[in-house]
């Protein structure tokens, strides 16, 4: 089983940055995507985006594309989500993820993931 541990978060005013960390343990080459997801209190979890390493392609959701960068340092085993230009609409619990083989959903689809980690709170205020 995959184990996954994120930190980084914390409180920023807009405009400011953040960079989350997710650091992966256990057979991570099972691991079709790493996630980045978060949900706001009342809201459903939504995809912040996805990497794909076979193709070392990554996929964002529209709202944080050209503000929000995935990256990874495969000796680390860490999936990093660099955040700039925060807006209070970001804030939420930030949580990465694991997809394995196996499903043809959408890229952005958290039903398709497993192995949450237990999620770092980021707050930004106007």
């Known amino acids: 089983q995959v184990q996954l541990v994120e930190s980084g978060g914390g409180s920023v005013q807009a405009g400011g940055s953040l960079r989350l960390s997710c650091v992966a343990s256990g057979p991570t080459d099972v691991c079709v995507y790493m996630g980045w997801f978060r949900q706001a209190p009342g809201k459903e979890r939504e995809a912040v985006g996805s990497?794909?390493?076979?193709?070392?392609?990554?996929y964002y959701a529209e709202s944080v594309k050209w503000r929000f960068t995935i990256s990874r340092e495969k000796v680390k085993n860490t999936l990093y989500l660099q955040m700039n230009g925060l807006r209070p609409e970001d804030t939420g619990l930030y949580s990465c993820a694991c997809r394995p083989y196996g499903s043809d959903a959408p890229w952005y689809d958290p039903e398709s993931y497993y192995s949450w980690g237990q999620g770092t709170q980021v707050t930004v205020s106007s």
């Open positions: 990497f794909r390493p076979s193709i070392s392609h990554t």
